[in-house]
């Protein structure tokens, strides 16, 4: 079974509209964080956001925020007054475990974001 | 800043060639992780390693290995470059203690093979 589950091929969003990116999660530890990458079509990955399994409030980091609902097992990445600049690949990750020991990522298939102008 | 740098943005190799990608990170970081990417396929984790020498297989190691000498650099090989290689190659580093750090990416490496 898929650890991150990534359903939506392709999004499109009209300049400065919300859009909310899709991912859900299945893991049987407790202990867990999931992380949201950019990756434009220059190539390089850029880390966005990051949610803890234990953490109390929804994570946000200026225009990006993660709606976190523990028990449906989902991590969808909201973002607000979308850019032209946000138009890129958008990757959902997961690692499991308390610490950076078993420190591996096991990675969603990714979901191309359009905005449109 | 963390920076990774993976030695080419592009590189054509021929059938049969053995290849070799090299990484480098800065901070002194204990993980460094290669990754395949394909289309429709996400991030694939080829090999990683945690320490100077030590590796461990990721979910796709057929056709590749790794090397480790120094901390700061990772090399991944492909002994006998196949077509069914030609792909985008991702380097990653980050630290062993703390769970809620990211990885921390280079800018890849378009790799084709004819």
């Known amino acids: 079974a898929q650890k991150i589950t990534q359903t939506q091929p392709g999004m499109f969003v009209q300049e400065k509209e919300a859009v909310t990116l899709d991912c859900t999660y299945d893991?049987?530890?407790?202990?867990?964080?999931l992380f949201w990458y950019k990756q434009p079509s220059s190539g390089e990955m850029i880390f966005l956001i990051y949610q803890g399994s234990y953490d109390q409030q929804n994570a946000t980091e200026g225009r990006y925020s993660l709606n976190f609902q523990k028990a449906r097992k989902s991590a969808n990445l909201v973002i607000s007054a979308s850019q032209l600049g946000d138009s890129a690949m958008y990757f959902c990750?997961?690692?499991?475990?308390?610490?950076?020991?078993?420190?591996?990522?096991?990675f969603g298939k990714g979901i191309t974001l359009s905005v449109r102008p | 800043d963390v920076k990774v740098t993976q030695s080419s943005r592009y590189l054509v190799k021929r059938t049969g060639e053995k290849v070799f990608l090299e990484c480098v990170q800065d901070?002194?970081?204990?993980?460094m992780f290669w990754y395949r990417q394909d289309p429709g396929l996400g991030l694939r984790l080829i090999y990683f390693s945690y320490d100077v020498k030590m590796k461990e297989k990721g979910d796709i190691p057929e056709g590749y290995s790794v090397s480790r000498e120094k901390k700061e650099r990772f090399s991944l090989i492909l002994e006998s470059a196949s077509t069914n290689q030609t792909s985008m190659y991702l380097c990653a580093s980050d630290r062993t203690a703390y769970s809620n750090q990211p990885q921390h990416f280079g800018d890849g490496t378009r790799l084709s093979i004819l």
């Open positions: 901070m002194d970081h204990e993980n």
């Open positions: 893991t049987s530890d407790p202990s867990y964080g």
């Open positions: 990750a997961m690692r499991e475990g308390r610490t950076g020991a078993n420190s591996k990522l096991t």
